[in-house]
């Protein structure tokens, strides 16, 4: 199995920015942006990519692919 | 959650309610059958508008609400009071993994209602309404399918 683990969490506060407002930047809800936080909704490559675009740092920093035993 | 809530509630009501309206509308088909095969000259129909109550009140409160709302809501007046979250992709993905689910179930309701019916000769007199109540199940079951796949959205 392959996850997606990312760390939109920890770069919203260090933006200090609230969910709302981060939603507001990228076009999404609030509960858009906790469901990805939590990891309960891997985002398109379009959002992936807004959200990128909105921390200034390439995708490898934002989102990491985490691989299950039998991947390795 | 509120309108999540407000929608499902108002969505079986209007169901209810129609299953309600046609009522009367059975008496009078009953009331025609016997014109047709009986030799009487004189007849008479009668028929209770006290059924068609519920769904005008419904009427009225949706209608209310819909011209309330008019701007927050943008889905189509036909289809009011479900309601269809797309505000962003996670919503339109939800949506359309609860549309898909409420699809499926027709694969599982339509045969249950159908043997249902098989059931009907037994209330033919004292429940007329019977295959009306057994064709609404059909949506009563997608729309509540629909509104538990679709009620994370407003968690």
């Given at each position: ?31 858009t942006?906790?469901s990805i936080?939590?990891?309960d909704y891997v985002p ?29 | ?89 996670r919503?339109?993905a ?62």
């Amino acid at each position: 199995m392959v996850f997606l683990s990312n760390r939109v969490k920890e770069l919203r506060a260090r933006h200090d920015w609230t969910q709302a407002q981060l939603g507001e930047k990228v076009g999404v809800t609030r509960q858009t942006i906790a469901s990805i936080e939590k990891g309960d909704y891997v985002p398109s490559l379009l959002l992936g990519l807004q959200l990128c675009d909105v921390f200034q740092l390439p995708m490898d920093d934002v989102f990491l692919l985490e691989k299950g035993e039998s991947e390795k | 959650m509120k309108r999540f809530w407000f929608s499902l509630i108002m969505s079986l009501c209007t169901i209810s309610s129609f299953a309600l309206a046609m009522v009367p509308l059975i008496q009078l088909t009953n009331g025609l059958a016997d014109l047709i095969y009986s030799d009487t000259d004189n007849f008479s129909i009668e028929i209770k508008l006290i059924w068609f109550l519920p769904i005008l009140v419904l009427g009225i409160i949706e209608g209310m609400d819909h011209l309330w709302n008019k701007r927050k809501n943008k889905s189509s007046f036909w289809i009011y009071p479900l309601v269809t979250p797309s505000d962003d992709e996670r919503e339109r993905a939800i949506t359309a993994n609860a549309s898909h689910t409420a699809f499926l179930t027709i694969w599982a309701a339509v045969p249950i209602c159908a043997g249902a019916m098989c059931f009907y000769p037994l209330f033919v007199e004292i429940f007329p309404i019977y295959p009306i109540l057994v064709v609404l199940m059909i949506p009563l079951i997608q729309i509540t399918v629909y509104y538990l796949k679709i009620r994370r959205i407003f968690l």
